[in-house]
């Protein structure tokens, strides 16, 4: 009885076996007469791979971090997963918080290339970046910034680095002509001696020199609270604007400190370092912060094709406006997976060779990467057309919102 029920079993075991046999491969069988996406049929073999996001949510802009990684979360959504040689591929981010300081950024470059990311967007800052290059080029990993413009950048020789935002020879030329049509003949350049408020300075100066227009250069540290020394020699000095080249938190200080010193009638300009809605606050409020001007790295978000879109989408998910160079970190992390399908494979080298052939076509524009460097465009630089002093935006505080001064 026993030997009988035994066998019955096991007959029955074999045929079940035999079944779900068969059903797996017809299943396999109509997975490979499909869409493989990449021209080879799904094998139903999955594969996570590794993208890290540096940035900085902590330390003195944790705004701009934030935007850039809310950028590429939004990016993870629309092509975080993807097919290639009969593969499905998952992105995994990797966000570590470099706190916008070289020294931690080194650390989090390290930490990245431990994680075995094929690929990073970030770093948020020119100073931090400048510390993780060495490192990302070493281990020969492709590192691709939404938002660092400062010149330097280009200046390391690595064919590893890429932005999706503009050099700052553009901006700061930009800044410096717009202080000339506003009429200024004595400027004031204010830097608070990193990496990207020297570098942006620097152009804004020789453009206004060049135009016949006296300059004395100020300087501060980032993370100063007193500027009462600088406004004694601005005040001495007298100028009709002064262009301050870091950051908001200083920035915002220093222009409340102005007005305190009865400076307010004098123009206060600065960059992208300086267009953050915290300002406002920083500066004491709206009527000291009313009129303040700011460039960008980028086009106006009107001659954006897919910026209305980015922005809906945007505010849906996070309940608030497109943070600084959000979409510009959306479209890195996109030129970045359409590298690693274009070259058809995971292999960093060959991703960094497909990157310097893109041609992408994103939220700010179809764009691709230079690989030598010609005049203001160097190698490892966003190239789009109309990339040009005349086409970099302006914007101006009113009412405690900035605007498009164009």
Known sequence: MVQKRTGRVLALALAALL????FGLSGCAADDGGDGGEGNGATGEVETIKIGVQTALTGPLPDYGLAAKNGVELALEDFGTFEMNGTTYEVELVVLDDKAEPTEAAVVAQTMVDEGVVGVIGSLTTGATLSAIPIYYENRIPQISGSVTGPKANETGADTFFRTCWNDAIQGEALGVWAMELGAKKVVLMDDNGAYAVGLADVAEDTLK???VETLRQNCQSGDKDFSAQVANIKEFGPDAIIFTGYHPEAGLMRKQMVEAGLGDVIFMGGDGIR???LVAQTGGNANAEGIYATFGGFPEEQQPG????????????????GPYAQNNYDAFGALIAAIKAAGSTDTEEIIAALQTLS?????GTFGFATESDGAVAKGDIVVEGLTPSNVPRYVLKDGAWVSAQ
Do not use: C, I, Q, R
């Open 19 to 22: 079944a779900l046999s068969m």
């Open 307 to 322: 910026y209305a879109a980015f922005a809906a989408k945007y505010k849906e998910k996070y309940g608030e406006e497109v």
């Open 360 to 364: 992408y076509e994103g939220v700010t």
């Open 210 to 212: 060049a135009g016949g």
């Open 276 to 278: 953050s809605e915290e």
